[in-house]
């Protein structure tokens, strides 16, 4: 594999009062900044929405990862396109057509991406590939930070990336949950290179060190330096 990791703290684990200095605080190590943004219904929990992603754009110059866990993305998934966020993941859970959607992100300046939640198999969705820049595979159940990483799910990882490896597609295979030092090398083994991490970078003293030490760790296992 010749591509780099991409790292994307996610800010559900940064102090929100200060959401701007949390971003900065990470600028030149970071990749992405991971946004999840959930409604309290498509998961039960409730984080922030569209008028917030459009006052964090101007507080930094990280791309934005947005990971929407929200019923009715298509009503709403192109918004965050062009507040200017740079991927915008939907779930496939909660969604009737996905290509259809990715389509609307493309033709609204995102990358568009598919999310895979836990108890979701991936099968049916692989022939979308190709309609798709980046998959997220959760390796938790959506809907909390903090939980502890699932390797049985790096099984769909497995399956998606020797899916884009078949079609010679240009797909990043994220995953997200429980991602931290002692995780992220089996996923980047497994065929995962983009990494959520939101515990483990905000968790840590110094969370843009945080993030070049597991840039490192996947890199190694990528291949790459
Ligand atoms: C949970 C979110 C994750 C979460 C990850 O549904 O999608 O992005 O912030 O948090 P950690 O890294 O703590 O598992
Ligand atoms: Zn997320």
Redesign the pocket.
């Known amino acids: 594999m010749e591509r780099s990791p991409i790292i994307a703290p996610?800010i559900?684990?940064s102090d929100f009062s200060r959401l701007g200095e949390e971003v900065r605080a990470i600028e030149g190590a970071a990749d992405w900044v991971?946004v999840?943004v959930m409604d309290n219904h498509f998961?039960p929990n409730l984080t922030l929405g569209l008028p917030i992603v459009q006052s964090l754009r101007k507080a930094t110059t990280i791309p934005f990862d947005v990971?929407l866990?929200i019923t009715d993305p298509e009503r709403w998934a192109p918004g965050y396109a062009e507040a200017g966020a740079y991927n915008v993941t939907f779930h496939a859970e909660a969604c009737e057509n996905p290509v259809a959607l990715a389509k609307a992100l493309r033709a609204a300046g995102a990358k568009a991406g598919l999310a895979i939640d836990r108890d979701t198999p991936v099968e049916p969705y692989l022939e979308l590939l190709p309609y798709l820049d980046t998959v997220l595979i959760?390796t938790?159940k959506?809907?909390?930070?903090?939980?502890a990483f699932m390797p049985e799910m790096l099984a769909k990882v497995r399956d998606v990336r020797r899916r884009i490896a078949v079609g010679g597609l240009e797909v990043r295979v994220e995953v997200?949950?429980?991602?931290a030092a002692d995780t992220i090398e089996q996923a980047a083994e497994a065929g995962a290179d983009a990494f959520?991490?939101?515990?483990?970078v905000y968790g840590a003293a110094d969370p843009a060190e945080a993030v070049r030490k597991l840039r490192a760790l996947a890199a190694a296992k990528m291949g790459v330096a």
């Open positions: 996610s559900l684990a991971h999840d998961v990971h866990m959760m938790i959506a809907g909390f930070g903090g939980q997200d949950g429980g991602i959520v991490a939101g515990t483990a």
